[in-house]
């Protein structure tokens, strides 16, 4: 089974900042099939990124995903106030998984 | 537009059986599977289990073997998931999603199962 993980854990970073997330996976995911995951508090996640570097419909173009293999990465390019959220990837591949999340918070 | 509308909040005692479903609107029903996963408060998302809507083929997370079982009912558009001995640690919100081997683009609202003696 591959296991993801994601780095940071946190995120402290201001309105109009860079963010990079981490996914990591322990093989190579097939196809590509990671996806990315925004879930703010209460509600169900919504997907951002399907086959590691589509944008899903409405998703603006300050989220991009890249990577391939087993390294993975979500770049917001500058952070609006909506998203202060916490970010999951996710392998969708032969047993889907989801990695343990990064927190983005306001600093 | 596709909906997918869960069932309300409920309450079980330890050893108990919860189903929840999940009522989709929205698109051709048997073309998706239906997946589920769910979030203990606080804490990150677990894949629990796939079914087909076409043939009724299941997958499941090894950690929920035989407590698991996930079915369909295409006559109302609807999926189901129950969990059986139930336990403190099922205590979390259990969301269903639109598709199998994919992305999962529409979720339900979430439904919150909470375990307590």
């Known amino acids: 089974e591959i296991v993801l993980t994601q780095s940071p854990a946190t995120l402290s970073l201001s309105p109009g900042e860079r963010a990079t997330l981490s996914c990591r996976a322990s093989?190579?995911?097939?196809?590509?099939?990671l996806a990315w995951y925004q879930q703010k508090p209460g509600q169900a996640p919504r997907l951002l990124i399907f086959?590691?570097?589509s944008r899903a419909t409405g998703v603006p173009d300050r989220f991009r995903g890249s990577g391939s293999g087993t390294d993975f990465t979500l770049t917001i390019s500058r952070l609006e106030p909506e998203d202060f959220a916490v970010y999951y990837c996710?392998?969708?591949?032969?047993?889907?998984?989801f990695g343990p999340g990064t927190r983005i918070d306001l600093k | 537009q596709v909906q997918m509308v869960q069932s309300g909040a409920e309450v079980k005692k330890p050893g108990a059986v919860v189903k929840v479903s999940c009522k989709t609107s929205?698109?051709?029903?048997?073309?998706?599977?239906v997946t589920w996963v769910r979030q203990v408060p606080g804490q990150g998302l677990e894949w629990m289990g796939w079914?087909?809507?076409?043939?009724?083929?299941?997958k499941y997370a090894q950690s929920l073997q035989g407590r698991l079982t996930l079915t369909t009912d295409s006559s109302s558009n609807t999926a189901y998931m129950e969990l059986r001995g139930l336990k403190s640690e099922d205590t979390a919100v259990y969301y269903c999603?639109?598709?199998?081997?994919?992305?999962?683009?529409?979720w339900g609202q979430g439904t919150l199962v909470t375990v307590s003696s």
């Open positions: 093989q190579s995911v097939s196809s590509s099939y």
């Open positions: 086959v590691a570097s």
């Open positions: 929205g698109y051709t029903f048997i073309e998706y599977g």
């Open positions: 079914i087909s809507a076409e043939n009724g083929d299941t």
């Open positions: 996710q392998q969708y591949g032969k047993s889907p998984v």
């Open positions: 999603g639109r598709g199998g081997w994919v992305a999962l683009e529409f």
